[in-house]
């Protein structure tokens, strides 16, 4: 059940991902491009919940690993596309 | 409290939504990222709040190590240099997944958990390395060019069995670890054959795709450890970088296969000889056809990029347009290394977005242009893809500057470029040479126009 329910999210969330994205000026593709990648570090969100069992075993130290990445990917990803976007201007502004 | 979590990762998933319709335009590009970075804030807190959390000093550690290196790396990297940035981004992210997919092992799991499991390993893996090797060749540490060697497509295979197979035998046998590793290895093996074969111009399709493979590889991880947010946040991700994938393949006129496998660019190509001659032109000539002309297109290439003109070209717009003449950028788009390469460049030199016109914006109007001036693009702007139905890139929509009344084409030398084709654009009646480095020649021609 919670397969399905799971799956059902997973097929929403990627036509509403193709209906946003679908008609984004070729101006902004980096942004973009940027952008989404600072949002797939949502791992993070996973990550954590692994990182903070208490139990010092393997999966604790890959929870603490994918924590440290992921937060470059997010942090890295949303700084980096802000410097870009506030370059864009428009004529006389 | 779990049903706070979930209701908050709701809230956090309606603000990445509404932060990428905000990216897709200009004047709320800004306000969109940061909606979505809100969006991320709101995720993470909620995630800390989860009971199953008992100590929290390894969650800080790690925060804190990879938002450092984040900063510095947002913060120092040059703008040419920002296509391998995104890339190695999207490699942490790959890798990220992987990790979180292996950690979520401990338990026992469901059979569709585990085939989950192996899905987050896989494509994190492939991403992290990919992403890796994609990172080299766009900063030039290891050769740009596609390698092939013989029986690529033998050991491709060969890897492609051998993740499939040892990913059934840790579905049906999760206890035994050594499956597991095998499909690590193999995945990270295959990313690393899955991007050494493309080269340097065809970047722009693998970096949205890698882009798009960060993504599932987030939602994969999502199922691995149940959480909603991960595969709704991920698949948007996942569709974003499909939706490049297909704008850059439809811009060069080739199938996904095709640039993936075909180790395109790598080979001399053979193409009928081109009649006329080559002229160059000094920048003193050059000025003098620019003060007469009225209007003006420049179309940037990535030569543009390698040589950093982008604040000469600005300031060679301002002087144009104070001698009366209409200024457009016309941006092929796949001229760069990476989607809107170009337009990042000229923003970050000031050139208002408004002027840069996308290829089908500019065709139109290439008849009436005066003069187009190149700087650094070779095939995006080659007239053959229109005319020479031999050539490898015959179909490929292309830039018409042959069709300005005159055309500058600023280049360091005669060597053809990424695709290895001769360019026929070169000996037209109405194009002029103006060899040298582009930022040089163009800081010559600003120049010409002080005194």
Not at chain 1, 36 to 45: K, M, P, R
Not at chain 1, 53 to 67: F, K, Y
Not at chain 1, 72 to 88: K, P
Not at chain 2, 179 to 200: D, K, N, R, T
């Amino acid at each position: 059940m919670i397969a399905a329910f799971l799956t059902f999210i997973l097929m929403l969330s990627i036509f509403l991902g193709f209906e946003l994205i679908n008609k984004v000026p070729a101006t902004l593709h980096t942004p973009l491009m940027s952008g989404a990648n600072a949002i797939s570090g949502i791992t993070l969100v996973g990550a954590v919940s692994l990182a903070g069992t208490g139990q010092q075993d393997l999966a604790n130290w890959l929870g603490a690993g994918a924590v440290a990445l992921a937060t470059i990917n997010v942090v890295g990803g949303y700084l980096v596309t802000d410097r870009m976007l506030a370059m864009f201007k428009k004529k006389g502004s | 409290m779990d049903n706070l979590i979930q209701f908050a990762y709701v809230v956090s998933a309606a603000l990445f939504i509404l932060g990428l319709k905000k990216l897709g335009s200009p004047a709320t590009a800004r306000r969109g990222n940061m909606i979505s970075a809100i969006g991320m804030l709101v995720a993470v807190v909620a995630a800390l709040l989860d009971q199953g959390i008992v100590e929290y000093q390894w969650i800080v550690a790690g925060i804190l190590v990879g938002g450092a290196v984040g900063v510095a790396a947002a913060r120092l990297v040059k703008m040419t240099s920002m296509p391998e940035m995104v890339a190695l981004f999207n490699g942490f992210g790959g890798m990220a997944s992987l990790l979180v997919g292996w950690a979520a092992l401990s338990g026992g799991a469901s059979t569709f958990t585990l085939v989950t499991i192996v899905l987050s390993i896989l494509i994190g893996g492939m991403t992290f390395t990919g992403s890796l090797i994609a990172y080299g060749k766009l900063s030039e540490t290891i050769g740009s060019g596609a390698v092939l060697f013989p029986g690529q497509q033998v050991v491709n295979s060969l890897i492609v069995a051998g993740i499939v197979g040892s990913a059934v035998m840790f579905c049906i046998e999760p206890s035994n670890h050594l499956w597991l590793y095998i499909v690590v290895a193999l995945s990270l093996w295959f990313g690393i054959m899955a991007v050494i074969p493309i080269g340097g111009a065809d970047m722009p399709v693998v970096i949205s795709l890698l882009n798009s493979y960060s993504g599932l590889a987030a939602c994969a991880a999502g199922f691995a450890v149940n959480n909603n947010i991960l595969i709704v946040a991920g698949s948007l991700v996942g569709a974003s970088g499909i939706i490049l994938t297909q704008i850059m393949c439809k811009a060069m006129n080739r199938s996904l296969s095709n640039v993936l496998f075909s180790g395109f660019g790598s080979g001399k190509v053979e193409t009928a000889k081109v009649e006329g001659e080559i002229k160059p032109i000094s920048a003193e000539d050059a000025f003098y056809v620019l003060e007469a002309a009225s209007s003006v297109a420049i179309v940037p290439g990535y030569g543009m990029a390698v040589a950093q003109a982008q604040h000469v070209v600005k300031e060679l717009m301002e002087e144009l347009e104070k001698n009366g003449a209409e200024v457009n950028f016309g941006i092929h788009p796949v001229a760069g290394r990476m989607p809107g390469h170009m337009n990042v460049l000229l923003a970050e030199a000031d050139v208002p977005y408004d002027q840069l016109l996308e290829m089908d914006d500019i065709n139109p109007r290439m008849e009436t242009i005066d003069v187009c001036i190149v700087i650094g693009a070779n095939d995006v702007v080659n007239p053959a893809a229109r005319e020479v139905e031999s050539s490898p890139i015959y179909g490929m929509p292309v830039i018409n500057v042959d069709k300005a009344r005159t055309v500058f084409v600023l280049k360091r030398s005669m060597a053809s470029g990424f695709a290895g084709i001769e360019n026929p654009l070169f000996y037209k009646d109405n194009t002029r040479m103006l060899f040298g480095d582009a930022k040089e020649s163009i800081s010559g021609l600003v120049r010409e126009f002080g005194d």
